[in-house]
């Protein structure tokens, strides 16, 4: 089964997510930042404004509560586990 492609803003969000105590918790995370990295590293600049934009990260390049909630549910529907800390 082939993996779809990740779009530029959902990565540059993941991005931001990792660099958080819980992004960095999570497992596997880094890897699949890391897979798309070469296609999508050189929207970065762009995709943190379209997500800016779109409200998913504030303007110095923070995630609002709608992004960490966006963020949250991506990282379940990658499989890696529970993002949150909560049950």
Same mark, same amino acid.
């Given at each position: 089964?082939?993996?779809?492609?990740? *779009? =530029?803003?959902?990565?540059? !969000?993941?991005?931001?997510?990792?660099? @958080?105590?819980? &992004?960095?918790?999570? /497992?596997?995370?880094?890897?699949?930042?890391?897979?798309?990295?070469?296609?999508?590293?050189?929207?970065? *600049? =762009?995709?943190?404004?379209? !997500?800016?934009?779109?409200?998913?990260? @504030?303007?110095? &390049?923070?995630?609002? /509560?709608?992004?960490?909630?966006?963020?949250?549910?991506?990282?379940?529907?990658?499989?890696?586990?529970?993002?949150?800390?909560?049950?």
């Amino acid at each position: 089964m082939t993996r779809a492609k990740m *779009n =530029a803003v959902t990565w540059a !969000a993941l991005d931001v997510y990792a660099g @958080t105590v819980e &992004g960095a918790a999570v /497992a596997g995370l880094g890897e699949v930042l890391k897979r798309e990295a070469p296609r999508l590293g050189r929207l970065k *600049n =762009a995709a943190r404004s379209t !997500a800016s934009a779109l409200g998913v990260l @504030t303007p110095d &390049g923070h995630l609002t /509560a709608q992004g960490l909630a966006a963020v949250r549910a991506h990282v379940e529907r990658l499989g890696l586990g529970s993002a949150g800390g909560e049950s």
